[in-house]
């Protein structure tokens, strides 16, 4: 199989704190994407960072890359009720692939 | 914005029927996808349309086929359901080449008894 992985599998954290998801792949690519999903819905793009790119901002996240690692991480700052989800890194199947391939995802609870 | 329609939400099938999940997209969208949801699996494609009547077996085709006949449906076809297909499918589409954003829909939940 070509997903990636994510860690951690699970995270709990208190509402107003920074939550923080790591992503490992397997390919070299041209961009990494993620997403989000609620509980029993579709997935949302969130923000997608290129190759050659090593930081990028939206809001209240922040995505990184670092392709000599094959790894990205997800920053939530300010962390609400609301952002109580699924969050999932995808990669293309091969460089320039339309089809992406998805990691298991993180599970973050806020608590209020 | 982008619409991605699931035709069912919640499905309910015998064990050896033939089951169709159907899926219209109104973006004009060159790609169109089928993914699995298993927990602890995370999320895995089954087939890839990147046209009318074009295909790509994903990682797990085994069981299932496709069809596009117009740009804006992609159906997936369960020839003889098992209980092992039991899951959550998500169909989803994206323009024509790589690095644009995947639109998905709700989903549909198929149970295989």
């Known amino acids: 199989s070509q997903q990636g992985e994510e860690d951690p599998q699970a995270l709990s954290i208190q509402e107003g704190e920074n939550a923080t998801m790591n992503c490992s792949y397997k390919t070299s690519i041209n961009n990494l994407q993620w997403y989000r999903q609620n509980s029993g819905r579709g997935l949302v793009h969130l923000i997608l960072?290129?190759?050659?790119?090593r930081e990028k901002h939206s809001g209240r996240l922040r995505v990184t890359l670092d392709t000599s690692k094959k790894s990205s991480s997800l920053l939530i700052t300010a962390s609400r009720a609301a952002d109580t989800a699924s969050y999932f890194c995808?990669?293309?199947?091969?460089?320039?692939?339309?089809?992406?391939?998805f990691g298991q995802g993180t599970r973050l609870t806020i608590n209020p | 914005d982008v619409k991605v329609t699931q035709s069912s939400r919640y499905l309910v099938k015998r064990t050896g029927e033939k089951v169709f999940l159907e899926c219209v997209q109104d973006?004009?969208?060159?790609?169109m996808f089928w993914y699995r949801q298993d927990p602890g699996l995370g999320l895995r494609l089954i087939y890839f349309?990147?046209?009318?009547?074009?295909?790509e077996k994903g990682d797990i085709p085994e069981g299932y086929s496709v069809s596009r006949e117009k740009k804006e449906r992609f159906s997936l076809i369960l020839e003889s359901a098992s209980t092992n297909q039991t899951s959550m499918y998500l169909c989803?589409?994206?323009?024509?080449?790589?690095?644009?954003?995947?639109?998905f829909g709700e989903g549909s939940w198929l149970t295989v008894v």
């Open positions: 989803a589409s994206s323009r024509g080449y790589s690095g644009n954003t995947i639109y």
């Open positions: 973006m004009d969208h060159e790609n």
């Open positions: 960072i290129r190759s050659n790119e």
């Open positions: 349309s990147y046209d009318v009547k074009m295909k």
């Open positions: 995808a990669t293309p199947f091969w460089v320039g692939a339309q089809k992406l391939v």
